[in-house]
């Protein structure tokens, strides 16, 4: 017998096969079962993806972020303003106040 033929004989569809007198999923059954393999492959991705996020932050969370500010960018009233109160010289009324001042020149 060639191979050819050896392959026809085999098929897993004919009466030889693995799925012989199996018949189909209903389009309805195989819709629900791709929608709970989606879900669960979003489920674990997600979990994971926290799990890894919440490894690498930083440990000095809670304190401020660090904002480094060149003096010579400083070239404007409303950026001192802005630095001053990034800065915790002025409080947010202040700084509001001022920057309405600025504004309206």
């Known amino acids: 017998m060639k191979a050819a033929e050896r392959l026809s004989d085999w098929n897993l569809f ?6 012989r007198g199996k ?4 389009p309805l059954v195989a819709t629900l079962i ?23 932050q930083p440990e000095s969370e809670g304190k401020g972020k660090l ?16 630095v001053d109160f990034l800065q915790g010289k002025i409080n947010e009324e202040q700084y509001l106040e001022r920057q309405k001042q600025f504004i309206a020149r």
């Open 14 to 19: 004919s009466g030889k096969g693995f799925f």
């Open 23 to 26: 018949k189909a999923l209903s």
């Open 34 to 56: 791709l929608v709970v393999f989606a879900l669960a492959i979003g489920t674990v991705t997600m979990n994971w993806g926290k799990a890894y996020v919440e490894s690498i």
């Open 67 to 82: 904002i480094v500010i060149d003096p010579e960018q400083i070239n404007s009233p409303l950026k001192q303003l802005q």
